[in-house]
């Protein structure tokens, strides 16, 4: 059973495709053109499409890939030198659900001139990530991701939700289940790993349109593929949306007082196919260096996961969306939440259906921890390989499980009654130019061992502080107009 029809049809795990399975499929299925996939440095896929002219041909671009023009794609190439080559990846073969001619797309890996892999490319920069953390803690880095998103669509004053109260509302008051449901559906045919979807919090009306939260949530992969899944359910959305003329954005504010949309990032750690963030039923003490590591980092994390103006403008108190440095349990006005892990005891199933017989069953596979500081803004793979760089820096810090105990809050931090206690945490940053700034003082983390290039952040934090945008949040305040102008300008972000 997989939803993937190139999976289901060849009878093989995707990381097992090979060649000669992508040319048979073709065959059988009658496909007509081939789409290499790829990020470019604005967070956005890129397509480059092929008519199968015959088998010799196809066989070509299956095994040499084909060039592209590397300074078009990203800042840090220069055109005097710009030609890449894109080399397809089988295991992430899908069939376009879009294409009205049959094609079969593929997510592509970017080489340079001496057919070595692109140190700077988003997908090798993740990849050195992993091998990174794997080699200091002897575990596989394992992400997924929360995609937040607002669907706009015309008022037609019908079963009217109530205002900033639409959390897992069904029709006909959330008019756009059944769109997310199609979204799910196509999601998973390319390979994505879908947990569940559900309305969010954010609805309103404005200017006689409809604006509708949703969230679709995956499972825990490698991340890799975590960021795969991500880049390529962003692309989903946006394509159904345009094909059922409905509108979307991933931006993180839509206007003031209203929900803003994030894009928060789970993580585990594997080993052996066992879960390592529990330890006789508790956070384990790995977990904690983990969580001490993004303590560390969590201010230049927004170099990553806040890319515009705009994600500043969420990052305020009361809006379930951290403004300082802590982490806590089951907390959401923390910066890292330990979510519920199923790790009472209780066999809750047999409790709810007394006619089934009672069992043990492990969960320990469950836990993970959130980062909820990123937002739709991200480069999903620079905002993971970032966190992997975190997480793996908790182990090298000696006092990390000191860290842990001291920014671990078990209260509502915004709370008043809580005020001494806020004023111990370190804030985030609050605007892209804070963030450039302290990347550029922690960029020495993220440069060890190779795993981001200096290019690399020298791009990220040139194009954070364009945007000169130090003193934005305070000149605009509450200015509804103001903030809309923004939202228009940053609209289709990430």
Known sequence: MNANPVVAYLQKPAEELTKTDIMRFISENDIRMVNFMYPGGDGKLKTLNFVINDAAYLDTILTCGERVDGSSLFSFVEAGSSDLYVIPRYATAFVDPFAEIPTLCMLCSFFDKEGSLLESAPEQ?????????????GMEFHAMGELEYYVIFDDDGCFPAIDQHGYHESAPYAKANEFRAKCMLYISQTGGQIKYGHSEVGNFVLDGKVYEQNEIEFLPVKAEQAADQLMLAKWVIRNLAYRMGLD????????AGKAGSGLHIHMRMMRDGRNCMVEDGRLSDDARRMIAGMMLLAPSITAFGNKTPMSYFRLVPHQEAPTNVCWGDRNRSVLVRVPLGWNSGVDMCHAANPSQPSCEVDTTMKQTVEMRSPDGSADLYQLIAGLCVACRCGFEMPDALEVAERTYVNVNIHDASNKERLAQLAQLPDSCVASADCLEQQRGYYERDGVFS????????????????SNLRAEIGQDKEAILRLVHTYFHCG
Do not use: E, G
């Open 125 to 137: 920069t993740l990849a050195k990530a992993c091998r990174a953390f794997t080699r200091v803690t």
């Open 248 to 255: 979307v954005t991933f931006a993180p504010k839509i206007t």
């Open 454 to 469: 200096a290019a690399t952040i020298d791009s990220i934090i040139s194009q954070l502080r364009s945007f000169n945008d």
